[in-house]
């Protein structure tokens, strides 16, 4: 009989704590995580995060990955890596710096820019860094040294994305004209592509462009051969192609030494870096928004304004709304393409 009381008791006692189990976790307010560095066997309940079809999920970094490497500039825009320095157009008092990417030291290059989105260091013959730079605020592409600011083309309608074509020449995306033009280093313009819709970052590699056409209804990084819009001498009728589609506010891009293209966009108010293999995302016919790797996931304010990435995989960003620039190395959590 003693024993038949014992067993129910204990019984009891067991339940009663398993419902208490129950009401403790069904009452308890967390705050919504970052995305987790260690994915779950359900990513539907993750924070944002995903993979780029037939890759394995890589471990993005967050905000509290990130290091400061200077705040010593006001209101950074465009972002450039060159030579173990960083170049950035700062909206704030018009002028370009110089930063160590190492240690943010931190001087005036030269002032003069109003507004710039994108950049293009190089050395001159003379051994000198020499600076080409669309100004979206004042529709000039600008050449630039320490010695003077000189313009070199006008014919430009609010210029946001620029990227190196060849010796000779440049392409530049037309924010205000919906298109992407042309410029070679006499300051002679030709339209190449047009119909596009707010186009921002653009970048290239040996035959396609990649274009961030914000404003699309697919909300699209898009491409094109290079051989289709480059070889007629004026603007083709091409129709862009998806890269990747259902992006927020896309901007820079860079297309870094692992193969890998890389772009800044939003996750609803934060910045996030994402990347896709482009050759995968072309073979398929295009790439989700689900099947972008998300490599940083940061607190910032979107839109992210700068970005890149040098040679050893250093990535650097910012926000518009800070001085801050971050910075956190990439090779510890990365795959090169094919691999």
């Given at each position: ?9 204990l019984?009891?006692v067991i ?5 208490l ?25 993750e ?9 394995a ?11 400061i490497?200077?705040g ?14 960083l170049y ?19 001087r ?26 669309p ?11 320490r010695?003077?600011?000189e ?9 946001w994305?620029?990227?190196?074509l060849?010796?000779n ?16 280093r ?14 921002t ?10 274009v961030?056409?914000?404003g699309?209804?697919?909300r699209a990084?898009?491409w094109?051969?290079?051989s289709?819009?480059l070889d ?11 890269l ?12 870094a030494?692992?193969?890998?293209l890389?772009f800044?966009y ?31 996931y ?20 910012h926000t ?12 510890d959590m990365q ?5």
């Amino acid at each position: 009989m003693y024993r038949t009381q014992f067993a129910g008791m204990l019984m009891i006692v067991i339940l009663l704590a398993f419902d208490l189990a129950i009401v403790g976790s069904q009452g308890q307010v967390t705050s919504t995580p970052a995305p987790s560095k260690t994915p779950t066997s359900e990513p539907e309940t993750e924070a944002p995060f995903a993979e780029t079809t037939d890759q394995a999920a890589i471990e993005p970094w967050t905000q509290a990955d990130l290091s400061i490497l200077t705040g010593n500039v006001q209101r950074p825009n465009g972002l450039a890596w060159f030579n173990n320095n960083l170049y950035t157009a700062c909206t704030g008092d018009s002028t370009v710096y110089e930063l160590d990417d190492k240690t943010g030291a931190t001087r005036t290059f030269i002032y003069g820019v109003r507004n710039a989105h994108t950049l293009h260091a190089e050395q001159s013959a003379n051994g000198e860094v020499t600076l080409w730079i669309p100004d979206f605020q004042a529709n000039r592409l600008l050449r630039i040294d320490r010695n003077g600011v000189e313009t070199i083309a006008t014919d430009l309608n609010g210029p946001w994305g620029m990227e190196y074509l060849d010796e000779n020449e440049f392409l530049i995306t037309n924010l205000q004209n919906n298109d992407v033009v042309v410029v070679n280093r006499n300051g002679e313009v030709r339209e190449i592509l047009t119909g596009l819709r707010s186009p921002t970052g653009i970048v290239a590699d040996d035959s396609s462009i990649y274009v961030a056409n914000t404003g699309s209804a697919r909300r699209a990084i898009e491409w094109v051969s290079k051989s289709d819009v480059l070889d007629s001498g004026e603007a083709a009728a091409v129709e862009p192609q998806p890269l990747v589609s259902g992006l927020q506010n896309t901007t820079g891009m860079v297309l870094a030494e692992d193969g890998f293209l890389y772009f800044a966009y939003s996750l609803g108010t934060r910045g996030v870096v994402g990347r896709v293999d482009p050759a995968q995302c072309q073979s398929s016919g295009g790439c989700s928004n689900d099947q972008v790797e998300i490599v940083l996931y940061t607190e910032l304010a979107a839109p992210l304004a700068g970005l890149a990435i040098s040679p050893d995989m250093r990535l650097f960003v910012h926000t518009i709304f800070s001085p801050d620039i971050y910075w956190v190395q990439l090779d510890d959590m990365q795959t090169d393409v094919g691999d």
